[in-house]
């Protein structure tokens, strides 16, 4: 594995394999990688000749209060994972190198999709990921991106802004990993305590439980909140901050259930913010198949 920290080499480089007609897969993250971003990496791996993958946090994507500053950092683990994941080229630019001029005055404005789930509680979060993602597009020339289903709302944004700007690129959506509890794997988890540990694994069992009510009939947004509301009761420590039924390609939010739909929110154990998502089929509607999961292994 060759790592990169210019826009400049890592393009040179991959100019090089493009001229062969070598077909890339590009997986971005924000590093403290974990079973989650490596069943992209891996899937990436199957599908490509050429596999790149990023590691940036990115600034433009934290609000004021968040944990920009101490978010998690390990490159010399992730570069490990990486290379055994099967990743051929990491790219790990500091912040000069994406933002040069320090700030940036062009960013993708997005629509409604933008702003209701979490981008309620994180005004301007998915308009800094979609313009950082628009950045490394054009760094990475790929035949295919590759996302993860645990950030739902993310997967769509990035569909969208492919499909509204024109980007060459095939967008593969890829299932959420979990650890055995159930809860879903991320780099945030690492600032659980064991006994926080415990109390997150509510959350997915919550989802779960209302992903199963809707399976039994439940169809309104309501009643699936109040599913969620009720089994959390038992677990004073977490604090729900939202929970809500999304259309899966436009995120906005529905009231009734038909087909299918992303039931997502967000919960604080301590300062510890997760965010969840499940898919939701009531019998109603279309047969499209149910959003797999994988056990972390
Ligand atoms: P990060 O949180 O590092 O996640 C990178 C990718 O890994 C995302 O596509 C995310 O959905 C996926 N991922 C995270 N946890 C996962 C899990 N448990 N199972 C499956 N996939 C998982 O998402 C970001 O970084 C950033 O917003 C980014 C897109 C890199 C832009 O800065």
């Known amino acids: 594995m060759e790592t990169h920290i210019t826009k400049r080499a890592l393009a040179a480089h991959l100019a090089g ?3 062969q ?3 890339v897969g590009f997986v971005p993250t924000m590093g403290a990688l974990h079973e989650g971003h490596v069943s992209l990496m891996r899937r990436a791996r199957a599908e490509n000749d050429v596999v790149v993958a990023s590691i940036f946090v990115n600034p433009l994507q ?3 209060t968040e944990d920009f500053t101490r978010y998690p950092r390990d490159l010399e683990g992730d570069a490990h994972r990486a290379a055994e994941a099967g990743v051929d080229l990491l790219f790990s630019p500091g912040v000069e190198e994406m ?3 320090g700030t940036i005055a062009t960013r993708v404005e997005l629509g409604p999709i933008g702003e209701t789930g979490e981008g309620r509680w994180r005004p301007g979060f998915f308009s800094g990921v979609a313009t950082v993602c628009l950045k490394l597009f054009h760094v990475v020339p790929a035949d295919r991106v590759y996302f993860g289903q645990k950030d ?4 769509a944004v990035i569909r969208r802004i492919v499909a509204d700007l024109d980007i060459p690129v095939d967008v593969v959506g890829c299932p959420t990993v979990r650890e055995p509890d159930g809860l879903a794997l991320s780099s945030r988890n690492a600032y659980l305590d064991p ?3 415990r109390t997150a694994s509510a959350f997915p069992r919550a989802l779960f439980a209302a992903r199963d009510a809707v399976a039994a009939g439940e169809g309104s947004a309501a009643g699936v909140r109040w599913v969620v509301e009720a089994h959390l009761e038992r677990e004073p420590a977490l604090r729900l901050q939202y ?3 999304f259309d899966p390609v436009s995120f906005a939010p529905r009231e009734r259930i038909e087909g299918r739909a992303i039931l997502a929110g967000a919960a604080f154990v301590g300062g510890t913010r997760l965010i969840d998502n499940v898919e939701v089929a009531s019998q109603i509607g279309s047969h499209v198949p149910e959003q797999k999961e994988m056990a972390a292994g």
């Open 243 to 245: 929970v809500d039924v």
């Open 195 to 197: 006994q926080a540990r």
């Open 99 to 101: 933002y040069p001029a």
């Open 62 to 64: 934290f609000g004021p």
């Open 17 to 19: 394999e493009r001229r």
């Open 21 to 23: 007609g070598r077909t």
């Open 152 to 155: 739902a709302q993310q997967l």
